[in-house]
Antibody
Framework: QLQLQESGPGLVKPSETLSLTCTVS??????????WGWIRQPPGKGLEWIGS???????FYNPSLKSRVTISVDTSKIQFSLKLTSVTAADTAVYYC????????????WGQGTLVTVSS | QSALTQPPSASGSPGQSVTISCTGTSSDVGYYNYVSWYQQHPGKAPKLMIYAVTERPSGVPDRFSGSKSGNTASLTVSGLQAEDEADYYCSSYAGSYNLVFGGGTKLTVL
């Protein structure tokens, strides 16, 4: 059974960089046709797609966040990572990593999520 | 890209059916047959319930069904059960690898 687990600091200061890692177990991150992505959910609000990466390193970002987001993949460690620069309080959210089906764009496996708070 | 539009709330009694709508545009919901629906219980990660407009992943009860007409997709839950009470989110492929979500609908089982 594929499992995803987010890890990283739960508190980030304003203007600094948020960094999270998603570790994949029970399957291959190099599976053809699947993308790996990040989604976030501010407290009490809806879901927002941040971006996705293919195991080859091709990345695709939400246009509204593109200038601040970098997603990378380390196939040897079966991990992919998120960096979000110049954070503000508006970036406070639960961050989820998930597997995205490349053929239909559904998100079929999710991590449990990790709350990141932006505060001084 | 703008968020898809969902009603903030929906409700029904046990055993009844309820339908949740998800309205997009001719650039997302109306153009692609790549609408998904997710169920989220409080404090939990979303769970995929419907993909490709009408398809159910293995293990999802057939009480859950999806459809689409024009720019609006719908999720119908038949034979409502107490455990169906949750937030439901739709999403659609919006081209250029972009994904857009709806604002979510809180389903209450009366």
């Amino acid at each position: 059974q594929l499992q995803l687990q987010e890890s990283g600091p739960g508190l980030v200061k304003p203007s600094e960089t948020l960094s999270l890692t998603c570790t994949v177990s029970g399957g291959s991150i190099s599976s053809s046709g699947y993308y790996w992505g990040w989604i976030r959910q501010p407290p009490g609000k809806g879901l927002e797609w941040i971006g996705s990466i293919y195991y080859t390193g091709n990345t695709f970002y939400n246009p509204s966040l593109k200038s601040r987001v970098t997603i990378s993949v380390d196939t040897s460690k079966i991990q992919f990572s998120l960096k979000l620069t110049s954070v503000t309080a508006a970036d406070t959210a639960v961050y989820y990593c998930a597997r995205r089906d490349g053929s239909g764009s559904s998100l079929d496996y999710w991590g449990q999520g990790t709350l990141v708070t932006v505060s001084s | 890209q703008s968020a898809l539009t969902q009603p903030p709330s929906a409700s029904g009694s046990p055993g009844q059916s309820v339908t949740i709508s998800c309205t997009g545009t001719s650039s997302d919901v109306g153009y692609y047959n790549y609408v998904s629906w997710y169920q989220q219980h409080p404090g939990k990660a979303p769970k995929l319930m419907i993909y490709a407009v009408t398809e159910r992943p293995s293990g999802v009860p057939d009480r859950f069904s999806g459809s689409k007409s024009g720019n609006t997709a719908s999720l119908t839950v038949s034979g409502l059960q107490a455990e169906d009470e949750a937030d439901y989110y739709c999403s659609s492929y919006a081209g250029s690898y972009n994904l857009v979500f709806g604002g979510g609908t809180k389903l209450t089982v009366l």
